[in-house]
């Protein structure tokens, strides 16, 4: 038996004066195999006291506790412990600390970290399923590692923050994301979608090493709630709209403007890929067949002038030359007298300014496009969150993915 003792004691490899006193297997009437553990300090041996970490003498050994580990050969492992309490001149009697888990775990730190690389790719229901654990217990070390994640952030370097909001049940319930520009990682979720927002993410860099005046700048889309939150609460960061938003509105003004009968040679739904498809990403043919429809379609024509003349804007070389190009073209847009262009028309209006920083910032909201699709993957896998706090955790857990493999070591970053 010693041998075998010895065997799991170098699988486990857990610290001395810890050792494995015994190993047990037994099997279920469903053929089940089940493996205990027991691992104790040896009579005679002294403790870290966990108060001022001298080496003391034993005291007593009063709590049994055990602990789930990682499945050995498919068997469900389980380890258990007397914990012994130390008995330190300096601070009295103490229970020392285990080195396997953290306080009040019912998980070993292999264990929790191998659940955590499961919550990662799948619902948190699965993850249950798999490890015949109850979902409530997974969601609990879920929500501690997304705690542990927010307390350790350091922000001490954010100086451009992308802000996206996310519906997430139903249709008034909405996530607001913060994301650091540069390390492309999530910062901060809270409940709600307006200016409010932007006010609770205020407090929040003070808290983790960053000053909100060293943010220079903002990029989000035109909901005018976050640019006025944005504004009264970071007076003198710049504001960037993003020109992906701006693009999309101007593919969405086409598409909603009615033209009346159409003429056309090829179906509708070609007709419509050649119109909303950017001119760089199609064939010669194609273009000829397109331009075509704009000849014999006078107003649908102009609606896609309209719209390839916004999306233009970008290429402009210098602010000058963009800034007459919009003003230019809020003019024109008014003067068709095209609802859905005179709509937009008002909307870059109003936001001039922000819509024209990009040539300054070059800022843009893709790397929050990147965290919505991953956002809504959670959802989906989960068929809906209805609690704001568990997908709060997610969005943290998911964003820092790339930092730690799957025992919990932090690896480099893959960007
Ligand atoms: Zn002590």
Redo the contacts with the bound molecule.
Sequence with gaps: MGELNEFVDGLLNIEDPWKVADVTRTVDRDGRGEVRIRVEVPFGHTVR??????E?KVRDRPNERTWRELDMVGNKTLIHARIPR?D?????V?QIGIPWARENSRFTLQMESFIMAMVRQMPVATAADQTGEVPNRIWRIAERYASDLVRTLDLSSVRKVGADEKCFSGRDSFLTVFADLDTHRIIFVTEGKDSGTVGKFKRFPAKHGGNTGNISDFSCDFGSAFISGIRKHFRFSGITCDRFHLVKMANEALNDTKCGELKLSVNRMKAKYLLLRNDRNISDGDRETRDRICRDNEILGIAYRLKESLCSLYSMGDLYSAEQHLKGWIQWARFTGMYHFVKLADTAERHTACILQWFTSRLTNAVLEGTNSMISQIKNRARGFHKAGSLISMCYIVSAQEKTDMYGRVCECRR
Excluded at 49 to 54: A, E, K, L, Q, T
């Design positions: 006291c966990s108060g001022c970490g001298r003391c130390s330190c001149p300096e601070c009295g103490k």
